[in-house]
């Protein structure tokens, strides 16, 4: 069946570092990827999509590259804030099966 | 805002108590979606909707779980005799259509459950 995999957190950087939050996938045909963040005390938000393979995604500074020769949608960030501390969840969506299937999860923390 | 949203945002019961959950999707979406999410983990996919047709159930949804949306906008969820394992984050999402068959899926804030 369908996965994804995420690098396991916690993540914990200092403000204006590099981010990178690794996720791989499984899926038949040819998914639609998603990274969505869940700030504290709030309800999932979808940061970015890609639909097609070598589509990029990018929101808010934040950006993932669907690679299908790899299977991967790494969510890559060049100067991360404190701002940005949340789950980060990697999600898919196959052709004809509407459901979403998440990643666990990554926690980012970033210290000033 | 016209976003998703849900009622109530938490809930604490006793075990074998029902209870029931209402999501209000964002209104021109015809797709609505529950998943479960419990601490630590991503969220599990348990049912969709298209206008008031359910048209999948995951093997997560027990018997002792039903979900209507009776007239193609809103939509409750109910658990019957709650069980302590029932305790969760309930969350929402309706769709709309992006490309090739793929929807585009926002999320309510959620109903979490406690179940002592």
């Known amino acids: 069946g369908n996965s994804v995999t995420q690098m396991e957190g916690p993540v914990t950087l200092s403000e204006e570092a590099f981010l990178t939050i690794n996720c791989t996938y499984t899926?038949?045909?040819?998914?639609?990827l998603f990274w969505y963040v869940q700030y504290p005390g709030e309800g999932l938000q979808l940061l970015l999509k890609?639909?097609?393979?070598?589509d990029k995604g990018s929101n808010k500074g934040f950006e993932a590259t669907y690679r299908k020769e790899t299977t991967s949608f790494h969510l890559e960030k060049g100067s991360v804030q404190v701002s940005d501390s949340a789950v980060y969840f990697c999600?898919?969506?196959?052709?004809?099966?509407?459901?979403?299937?998440f990643g666990q999860g990554t926690r980012l923390t970033i210290n000033p | 805002d016209t976003g998703v949203s849900q009622d109530p945002r938490h809930k604490i019961t006793k075990r074998g108590q029902n209870v029931t959950f209402r999501c209000d999707p964002i209104?021109?979406?015809?797709?609505l979606y529950w998943y479960r999410q419990t601490l630590g983990q991503g969220p599990e996919f348990l049912t969709y909707?298209?206008?008031?047709?359910?048209?999948?159930k995951s093997r997560l949804l027990s018997d002792r779980f039903s979900a209507e949306r009776p007239k193609g906008s809103f939509s409750t969820l109910e658990i019957q005799r709650t069980e302590q394992g029932d305790s969760a984050m309930y969350l929402c999402?309706?769709?709309?259509?992006?490309?090739?068959?793929?929807?585009?899926?926002?999320f309510g804030p959620g109903t979490r459950l406690t179940v002592t």
């Open positions: 999402a309706s769709s709309s259509w992006v490309t090739r068959g793929h929807y585009e899926q926002y």
């Open positions: 899926a038949t045909g040819y998914p639609s």
């Open positions: 890609a639909t097609k393979a070598d």
């Open positions: 999600a898919l969506s196959s052709q004809g099966a509407q459901k979403l299937v």
């Open positions: 209104s021109e979406h015809n797709r």
């Open positions: 909707f298209q206008n008031e047709a359910q048209l999948e």
